[in-house]
């Protein structure tokens, strides 16, 4: 069983920058990748950015691309999502999501990932 344990977030002013991290226990995912997700309240669960753990490609929500960058470390089995120039849309709970097969035509379904972290919670607000 795999483990996702994210750390980060807090809140910042519109304009600024926060970093969230996360580390998987377990084994690696080959073929796989990580990512993140965000709920807002009353919104359903929307996705963010994913890397694929060999290759490192990355992949972005259009609403996020050009302000945010997810990278990996992989001997870490770690992923993490800088946020740059947050504006209060991007205030959600942000989810770590793991997947062992990524399937590009279901990056951005959630139903896809198998395993999930607790969230953390994300605030841009002045």
């Known amino acids: 069983q795999v483990q996702l344990v994210e750390s980060g977030g807090g809140l910042v002013q519109p304009g600024g920058s926060l970093s969230l991290s996360c580390a998987a226990s377990?084994?690696?995912?080959?073929?796989?990748?990580m990512g993140w997700f965000r709920q807002a309240p009353g919104k359903e669960r929307e996705f963010v950015a994913v890397?694929?753990?060999?290759?490192?490609?990355?992949y972005y929500a259009d609403s996020v691309k050009g302000r945010f960058a997810i990278s990996r470390d992989r001997p870490k089995n770690m992923v993490t999502l800088q946020m740059n120039s947050l504006k209060p849309e991007d205030t959600a709970v942000y989810y770590c999501?793991?997947?062992?097969?990524?399937?590009?035509?279901?990056?951005?379904?959630?139903?896809?990932?198998?395993?999930w972290g607790q969230g953390t919670q994300v605030t841009v607000s002045s």
């Open positions: 999501a793991a997947d062992r097969h990524l399937i590009l035509s279901s990056i951005g379904d959630p139903n896809q990932y198998d395993f």
């Open positions: 377990g084994p690696p995912f080959t073929n796989g990748a």
């Open positions: 890397i694929r753990w060999n290759g490192g490609h990355t």
